[in-house]
């Protein structure tokens, strides 16, 4: 048989696809009042320009009070369809095709945007929102299968070439199908797959046969006693005859979400036995998914003949033009995994963003038309400093980047170094691969007033970052308190009983602890805050840490302020530790103290010069402010 390639052209339903990249639905919280908007139809034209054979865009919610989250399309409001078709528009014009996803939350929904009882299989409460729903009635079941219907007829009228239909993640199909959620003792429990069959005779019935009909089925709730890869080829060969392919997904929304978006350190492929499965069941084409961020992990994902289909999420967020690129032979811009501007922003009900694409989430936004040509002088080849300076050439500008160390990458070089955050390098690796050719970088040469002086730039952009700032906790001038760069840069390797006091949240002390454990030290850490590495729990990396600091067996401790350090016996140190909670203060001994607290801007100063302070250099953040605000500076230079 022949071995399947990205560029293949591939045929799904009435439509030939130009080649076998697909952009899968996703949350942007781009909709305002319930209406797509200009920024979906820039977005989504953006990966179809990238090379993307299919767009699928966000969910449209098929029932009037199904409402989850603010920004949600409601699909079943005929005043959607202009917003529609500027979306089918923008994306037909660049030569893809793209469906709509139709799905109903269930369960899965709230009542607080609505004030209507959710509705569910049964009467059980789903683990984050906790709201009971009401078991669907009949007339509700009605209800549903028409409300799909309905947002079908406006994706045609809106120009789409067809829907997907959610069965996944967030959806009331799911939680008929799942026997963790679907407890009825009618024909829709006895039958689990009848809701699922009546909507794609409804929706096929307004599609008819020149539109595409495809559903997304889930092979891993990752739940006890949930659905699995067996279960989704059943699903898909019962289903197999109504629609023109399969997509896959695995992770419940609500209570399973890290296997739906995992964070760095999962590998690619992850989820590969639920498309193979499905596959295996069924004729039409399979799409399969699973943290796919280089065009080699497209192409051995079909070669392995895992799918027929590969959906890139992620990867096209950070890298619009990952299709044409992976086509090319060319290098991609790399995701992370870090979740930080994506899933995390879009859980606080933020516009989706990226960490590595300072223009993800922001498509619609015009670029101001390029100035006369400047001379720019950029000081430090951190991610800001290279993200100016490739903006900055790339607009045309005379750039000269200047790194006074060895290498280019700043903090990112050493904080890649701690255990399962290599991928945070791909940030500086790409962001230098892509200098155009113009850009003169200097290494191991330090930016000062001379310096500015004998180049005399037009304009200095200050990307010199930041630097350890002692604990007001550390008593005189910090003597015997670690920071957390001196053990990740190899400075420092503190053993015996280690305390890791996280005063700033993030990745810094959860990191360094898990090195020093993994090297023997018996590590405990200490927080003021409410819950251990709590930053991590928006990004979806919290589960994962908790299992491998358990196993490593590093103690968090919560609600504990370090009120100071004093020298102690035999080259020790004796931290004093108020409990929150209970107000009394412990004296604890410890071989050494290793601090994770806010950092301090460098600043560079060079009187007579305009200087542009980006990044940490203007106050310290966290890795996407440093690329945003990089490239924004050379933006408006």
């Known amino acids: 048989m022949t071995v399947p390639r990205p560029g293949d052209p591939v045929t799904v339903g009435p439509l030939r696809l130009r080649n076998r990249i697909v952009f899968p639905a996703h949350l942007t919280n781009a909709a305002l009042g319930g209406m797509p908007t200009a920024q979906h139809a820039?977005?989504?034209?953006?990966?179809?320009?990238?090379?993307?054979a299919l767009v699928i865009t966000e969910e449209h919610s098929a029932g009037e009070h199904d409402r989850p989250y603010e920004k949600l399309i409601r699909g079943t409001d005929p005043v959607i369809v202009p917003g529609l078709r500027r979306i089918t528009d923008a994306v037909h014009a660049h030569g893809a095709a793209v469906l709509a996803q139709v799905g109903h939350?269930?369960?899965q929904s709230s009542s607080r945007y609505s004030g209507v009882a959710v509705t569910a299989p049964s009467p059980l409460p789903d683990p984050m929102f906790r709201e009971v729903p009401r078991a669907t009635t009949p007339r509700d079941i009605d209800d549903l299968v028409a409300g799909f219907a309905r947002t079908a007829e406006h994706c045609v009228a809106g120009g789409y070439d067809g829907v997907e239909i959610q069965c996944s993640q967030a959806s009331v199909v799911r939680q008929f199908l799942s026997p963790v959620t679907n407890r009825r003792e009618d024909a829709y429990g006895s039958d689990p797959a009848r809701l699922l069959v009546e909507i794609l005779a409804a929706v096929r019935g307004v599609l008819g046969p020149d539109r595409v009909l495809g559903v997304r089925v889930q092979g891993d709730e990752g739940l006890a006693g949930g659905l699995g890869a067996a279960d989704a080829a059943d699903v898909a060969r019962r289903v197999e005859d109504a629609v023109d392919y399969v997509n896959t997904a695995v992770g419940v929304a609500t209570a399973t979400l890290p296997l739906i978006e995992p964070p760095m350190g999962v590998p690619a492929g992850y989820a590969a036995a639920v498309p193979t499965a499905v596959r295996a069941a069924v004729s039409v084409p399979v799409i399969g998914v699973g943290r796919f961020t280089t065009p080699a992990h497209v192409a051995a994902t079909l070669a392995a003949g895992s799918c027929d289909l590969v959906g890139v999420t992620r990867g096209q967020i950070a890298d619009p033009s990952f299709a044409r690129r992976a086509l090319e032979g060319a290098r991609v811009r790399r995701c992370l995994g870090c979740n930080q501007e994506c899933i995390g922003a879009v859980g606080l009900g933020l516009p989706l963003g990226c960490v590595v694409n300072p223009r993800a989430g922001r498509e619609a936004r015009p670029l101001p038309v390029p100035p006369a040509r400047r001379r720019v002088l950029i000081a430090g080849g951190g991610p800001a400093g290279l993200a100016a300076a490739g903006t900055a050439a790339g607009r045309g500008h005379d750039v000269e980047l200047v790194e006074a160390g060895e290498v280019l990458g700043g903090q990112v070089t050493w904080a890649a170094s701690a255990p399962g955050r290599a991928e945070l390098a791909h940030a500086v690796e790409d962001l230098a691969a892509a200098l155009p050719s113009g850009v003169r970088v200097r290494l191991g040469v330090t930016v000062d007033a001379a310096l500015v002086a004998a180049r005399a730039p037009d304009v200095v952009v200050d990307a010199t970052g930041s630097a350890p700032a002692t604990p007001s906790w550390a008593g005189d001038a910090g003597v015997g308190v670690l920071d957390v760069e001196d053990v990740l840069r190899g400075r420092a390797a503190?053993?015996?009983?280690v305390l890791v006091v996280d005063d700033a949240g993030g990745h810094a002390a959860p990191s360094t602890a898990e090195l020093l454990a993994r090297r023997g030290a018996t590590v405990t850490t200490v927080t003021s805050?409410?819950?251990?590495?709590?930053?991590?729990?928006?990004?979806?990396?919290?589960?994962?840490?908790?299992?491998?600091?358990?196993?490593?067996?590093i103690v968090q401790e919560t609600e504990r302020v370090v009120l100071g350090v004093e020298a102690g016996p035999g080259g020790t140190s004796i931290v004093r530790l108020l409990d929150h909670l209970s107000g009394v203060e412990e004296h604890r001994e410890v071989d050494a103290v290793v601090a994770a607290v806010p950092r301090r801007p460098r600043g560079l100063v060079v009187p007579g010069f305009p200087v542009?302070?980006?990044?940490?250099?203007?106050?310290?953040?966290?890795?996407?402010?440093?690329?945003r605000e990089g490239h924004e500076a050379a933006v408006e230079l």
């Not at 989504?44 to 090379?51: K, N």
């Not at 542009?612 to 690329?627: E, F, H, I, T």
């Open 42 to 52: 820039a977005y989504y034209a953006a990966r179809a320009a990238g090379g993307a």
């Open 105 to 107: 939350n269930g369960g």
């Open 494 to 497: 503190p053993v015996g009983r």
């Open 529 to 553: 805050a409410l819950v251990a590495a709590g930053d991590l729990g928006p990004t979806l990396e919290g589960p994962r840490w908790a299992r491998r600091a358990a196993a490593l067996g």
């Open 612 to 627: 542009v302070r980006v990044g940490d250099a203007l106050a310290p953040r966290l890795l996407g402010a440093a690329v």
